[in-house]
Structure formats: C-alpha cells, structure tokens
C-alpha cells in the first residue's frame, strides 16, 4: 500500500475510479440520441463506461463464432434484412427499428407470429396490417421507446404465460400515459416472434 502510494506520488499521478454501467442500446443509437457517448469523464476524474445491455452476447451459441457479437438486426449485402430475437427485448427493438424506417412488410415477413400472421391473411392481409401500423405509429413507437429505455431500470414486467406466451409491459406507475398497454410474444421455431399489441 505504502509503495503504491511513493510511486503515485513520484509520478504526479491522482487515483482515479472507473464505473461500468450497462444501457438500453437505443442510448447507443444515433438515430435516437445525438453523439451517443460510451465514455465520459467527471470533475472528480471518474470514468464512466457506458456498456449496452446487449452487448457481445454468446447467448446460446457454440464453436469459433461465439466471440462475436449477437446481431438482433442484420442488413446482408444482396438487401435481405434477417431479424433475431433470442429475448423478448428483441422483439420490443426490432419492431421499433422497423416502425422508424416504416418496414411494415419487414414486420409482417419475419417479427409476426406464424398464429398472428394466418389470422391476418384470413382476413384483411398485408394491407390492414400496414394500415393499422400506419395508423398507430407514432404512438406505438413512443410506447415502445419508453419500454426499451425502462429495461436496465426493471421498469418492465416480463410475465410468463401458458402456451410459450410472454407479456411485456410497462409497470403500472408508468404505464398510465400510453395507449399502449402490453405486448405478448410467442417462443416458435427458436426465437420469439411478436404475437399481439393490446
């Protein structure tokens, strides 16, 4: 301890502290926020270290590729765009990255549960899906946002349902201004997929 401290002194160096702290990726994200920081240093000299929660994830991978990291959303070079969705936090992001670029099809195509996508196209189809998404953009997107941003603060409810049902919401202290309540997703084929927004 006393030779730390002769060596410090020697060198002129002041002790600082380092913080990791995990956040919501849309932080990260500059379509949402401007100049996303991962790092910024107080007048106290502290280090905070911004991580996200989804960071280099392994999450139920084996083999050489596992270092790298999950990707919920990938573009492929001939245009094809693969969604992914191990958590159901997966599907709260990859569906409000699709309302904002207005990927409606893209939902519909690979988010919908096989179960929510029959019952569709028995009745209004493609069309009444991007109609209603249309329509409710906006405050879709800003439900979703909050949701995404309460996630490192467990201010959302994941409840487990019969049948590979998961309900996601809001907890009710921040739930009141939303027209938005819940949205459940449905475990299917490896990966949940968005069964309904009620």
């Not at 913080?19 to 932080?27: A, G, K, L, V």
């Not at 989804?54 to 991978?61: C, G, Q, Y």
Request: with cysteine; glycine share 8%.
């Amino acid at each position: 301890m006393v030779l730390i401290f002769m060596i410090v002194a020697l060198l002129g160096c002041k002790p600082y502290r380092i913080e990791r702290h995990r956040r919501s990726p849309i932080f990260f994200n500059p379509n949402f926020v401007e100049n996303p920081q991962r790092e910024v240093t107080l007048e106290d000299g502290t280090v905070l270290i911004f991580d996200s929660v989804l960071a280099k994830s392994s999450n139920r991978r084996r083999g050489g590729g596992k270092s790298t990291p999950f990707k919920i959303r990938e573009e492929l070079e001939g245009g094809e765009i693969i969604l992914r969705a191990l958590l159901p936090q997966h599907v709260l992001l990859n569906l409000l990255v699709c309302l904002r670029n207005e990927e409606y099809e893209l939902v519909y195509d690979k988010l919908l549960a096989g179960q929510t996508r029959e019952t569709y196209e028995a009745g209004e189809g493609l069309e009444g899906f991007t109609a209603y998404l249309t329509r409710h953009r906006r405050d879709m997107a800003e439900w979703l946002t909050r949701m995404i941003a309460g996630l490192p603060l467990q201010q959302v409810q994941m409840t487990r349902l019969e049948g590979n049902v998961t309900r996601c919401r809001l907890r009710p202290q921040f739930s009141s201004q939303f027209k938005f309540k819940s949205l459940d997703v449905y475990w299917e084929n490896g990966q949940y997929k968005l069964l309904m927004i009620r």
